[in-house]
């Protein structure tokens, strides 16, 4: 009767011992079931921000500045019968293919300008409003990446006038190399290889060579600022004095409704621009900075 009861004894706890332990683990499983959904939803989460990064990205932005006066027997003036204008016109746009193993850049810009001054007493005197900016870039960069940051590349860029003398000069890069994308918002071109055809009619200074193209480019939104910056520059292996740089930037502030303040300014440094403009050899050009600006209305899509 004693061993009998010592069998009990032991079959109880036995018994007693499973069902805790198995009830142990149906709460463990059920936490676990719970730290896995959680992760899920993190991993949803988590995914759909990378989608989000990835695909087409399209955007534009824009400025329209303006001015215009008139004067009537202003006696104040060397020439107090006079009315003037300015009116200018930037565009920039982009479209921008972004995927894990590869990405395809365009983008595109237009700055437009005219300028009249009229001498209403002096007869020869032009009544029109004459050009003054014209620039119109495009480029396409396409890339396959080697990693996150790096990726193998071809560039093309055209850059020329779109009102006065198109295509004359009209420069076009293609080239390959290197690109880096340290952030989604700052794209580096760094092309070895790169060939600067220049178009241009009759006997010209303009030559066309072989060189390295560096282009950087920066396009970014804080809120209700847009900015765009470009830094394009050609470096010929033939003759120094082929090489060319053009830097722009722009600016645009939303208020209401996409409607806010523009600002824009370039630079530029060409000295086959110089030397065609001043009529004279490559060697002899006076080659000053280039440079304009402009400030008005901006409009953002």
Not at 64 to 76: P, T
Request: charge should be positive; avoid cysteine.
């Amino acid at each position: 009767m004693k061993k009998l009861s010592i069998l009990l004894l032991v079959f109880f706890i036995s018994f007693s011992t499973k069902a805790q332990t198995a009830e142990e683990l149906k709460k463990g499983l059920a936490s676990k079931k719970d730290s896995i959904s959680k992760l899920q939803t993190k991993a949803k989460a988590i995914q759909g921000k990378i989608n989000a990064l990835l695909g087409w990205r399209k955007g534009a932005f824009g400025t329209i500045g303006a001015s215009l006066s008139g004067f009537n027997n202003w006696y104040a003036r060397a020439a107090p019968n006079t009315s003037a204008g300015n009116i200018g016109i930037t565009v920039n746009g982009y479209a921008n293919l972004i995927e894990d193993k590869f990405f395809w850049r365009n983008s595109g810009a237009v700055n437009l300008g005219w300028v009249k001054i009229d001498n209403r007493d002096d007869d020869t005197d032009s009544d029109a409003f004459e050009t003054a900016s014209d620039v119109f870039t495009i480029s396409s960069l396409y890339g396959r990446r080697i990693s996150t940051k790096w990726a193998l590349s071809a560039l093309g860029e055209y850059r020329t006038t779109l009102l006065d003398n198109f295509n004359d000069p009209g420069y076009l890069d293609i080239g390959a190399g290197l690109t880096w994308t340290p952030t989604s918002h700052l794209v580096v071109v760094m092309h070895p290889g790169n060939y600067n055809f220049v178009f241009s009619s009759g006997d010209t200074v303009f030559n066309s060579s072989l060189g390295a193209k560096v282009v950087a480019d920066y396009t970014n939104k804080y809120g209700g600022l847009s900015v765009k910056s470009n830094l394009s520059m050609f470096q010929s292996y033939k003759d120094g004095d082929l090489s060319n740089w053009t830097f722009t930037n722009s600016f645009g502030y939303t208020i209401w409704k996409g409607i806010g303040l523009g600002f824009e300014f370039g630079l530029r440094n060409n000295r086959q621009e110089a030397a065609n403009f001043q009529s004279v050899d490559l060697a002899d050009a006076d080659n000053k900075l280039q440079s304009y600006w402009l400030f008005g209305l901006s409009y953002s899509l």
